[in-house]
């Protein structure tokens, strides 16, 4: 079984600063793929940075960057530089990986972001 | 835009009825998810298809069923709506399910039922 835990469930940050979320996960899979999502109050959900469990570099997309650390279990994602726009839910999630293991998303209950001007 | 289409966006509906919501995935994409978001269970895993076929299993009531035609369009079917089924349903796909590593689940906007 797979469970993803994020601990706030909401976070404020200042213009231009940088925020970290947290997500700890537990798995039995050997191999796994952790997510992060981001749900604006429309409703969509979008992918915003993916890790690997065997990937030797923390992963970073623009102003994202994940910081895994697998013996402790926790993927926290990084906001650098936060605007307005990044105001929304944030999901952490995993799946394992590849065939004969879950392949669905397990999430965890979200963190609400608020970007304070 | 994630390329994964949903219909419709909102619908409003009575408790005791039955309802289908559609999902078309990416072009090429064999998998199709269901998720359920409600504010009290938050993103629960439904059922997921690959190719047509049933390939898992989540937290979906024996009042729902979901299929995946030839063409790999979905579509989850609610019936015996109670209040409590009122919520974002999403669609989500990816390109490979079984061996192999697919990356990330593209969602749809969901479609968000109301249950009266």
């Known amino acids: 079984a797979q469970k993803i835990t994020q601990t706030q469930p909401g976070m404020f940050v200042q213009e231009k600063e940088a925020v970290t979320l947290d997500c700890t996960y537990d798995?039995?899979?050997?191999?796994?793929?952790l997510f992060w999502y981001k749900q604006p109050s429309s409703g969509e959900m979008i992918f915003l940075i993916y890790?690997?469990?065997?990937?030797?570099q923390n992963a970073t997309e623009g102003r994202y960057s994940l910081n895994f650390q697998k013996a402790r279990k926790s993927a926290n994602l990084v906001i650098s530089a936060s605007q307005l726009g990044d105001s929304a839910m944030y999901f952490c999630a995993m799946r394992g990986l590849p065939s004969g293991s879950a392949r669905q998303l397990t999430f965890g209950s979200g963190t609400q972001l608020t970007v304070l001007p | 835009d994630s390329g994964v289409t949903q219909t419709p966006k909102h619908l409003i509906t009575a408790t005791g009825q039955r309802v289908t919501l559609r999902c078309s995935p990416r072009s090429g994409d064999l998998s199709v998810y269901w998720y359920q978001q409600s504010l009290d269970q938050g993103l629960q895993f439904l059922i997921q298809?690959?190719?047509?076929?049933?390939?898992a299993k989540g937290n979906i009531l024996e009042r729902f069923s979901a299929q995946q035609f030839p063409d790999l369009h979905s579509e989850l079917n609610l019936s015996s709506l109670e209040l409590g089924d009122s919520a974002l349903y999403f669609c989500?796909?990816?390109?490979?399910?079984?061996?192999?590593?697919?990356?990330?689940?593209?969602f749809g906007e969901g479609s968000r039922l109301t249950v009266l």
């Open positions: 890790q690997g469990s065997y990937d030797q």
């Open positions: 298809y690959y190719n047509g076929e049933e390939r």
């Open positions: 798995t039995s899979d050997p191999s796994y793929g």
């Open positions: 989500a796909s990816s390109v490979a399910g079984q061996g192999g590593w697919s990356g990330e689940l593209f």
